[in-house]
């Protein structure tokens, strides 16, 4: 069965340095999103990607963020300069986007810690 | 008020018994609801997709939305210890659309 993958699985950083968070979504989606979660809190959206644009961005998602689809498989997330608080789990989702079928399938996350 | 409620739980069972889970929400524009699976510290497993109101089954997963009272339900059946984990509910207005996540409800069955 299809699945989101993302790498790393962990990645540790220092405050300040720019992280990119890798996706491949699965290969007959149009939609992709980018989620976070910081630990014993909710799943919150960051991001939502469409034809090779944003479609749509939450307050979270500031100048500090971006999202590219650097080839026809890859979706990515980069920080550029990280803060104490972007330590959270960091999850790649895709959604078919046709008609209604609005299923959106989550990766395994990456977690990330900024010292 | 809160978009989307969920009780946190934790929600203790026997093995076998029927378990409830249920989120409400405030936005009637909501078309899609979505409950997911989260083991510890791994990613949301998609679990039950509803489109509107009604009810939906696979398995021992029942999945009912109410959209005249902004409720929407999860039941299981026949509880299995391998069900022990927090479930999610998620709801989006349309598809492409972002979720809006509950807390989630953290689930044991007990053997």
């Known amino acids: 069965e299809p699945e989101v993958t993302q790498t790393p699985s962990h990645q540790v950083t220092q405050m300040g340095q720019e992280v990119i968070l890798r996706c491949v979504p699965i290969s007959n989606h149009l939609y992709f999103y980018w989620y976070r979660q910081i630990l014993g809190q909710k799943v919150e959206f960051l991001v939502s990607f469409y034809n090779n644009e944003i479609s749509e961005k939450s307050e979270i998602f500031d100048d500090q963020f971006s999202v590219e689809r650097p080839d026809g498989s890859n979706f990515t997330l980069k920080i550029r300069s990280t803060k104490l608080e972007d330590s959270a789990m960091y999850f790649c989702a895709s959604s078919p986007g046709q008609g209604h079928q609005e299923t959106q399938y989550f990766g395994p996350g990456t977690r990330l810690l900024v010292l | 008020q809160k978009e989307v409620e969920q009780d946190p739980g934790p929600l203790s069972v026997p093995e076998g018994a029927i378990v409830s889970l249920n989120c409400t929400y405030s936005?009637?524009?909501?078309?899609?609801f979505m409950w997911y699976r989260q083991y510890s510290r791994k990613g949301p497993e998609l679990l039950m997709y509803?489109?509107?109101?009604g009810n939906k089954e696979d398995g021992r997963f029942t999945a009912q939305v109410d959209k005249s009272s902004k409720y929407i339900s999860l039941f299981i059946r026949d509880s299995q210890p391998s069900d022990s984990a927090t479930y999610l509910c998620a709801l989006s207005l349309g598809a492409g659309n972002m979720l809006t996540f509950g807390g989630g409800t953290r689930l044991m069955v007990k053997p």
């Open positions: 509803t489109y509107s109101s």
């Open positions: 936005n009637s524009a909501f078309q899609y």
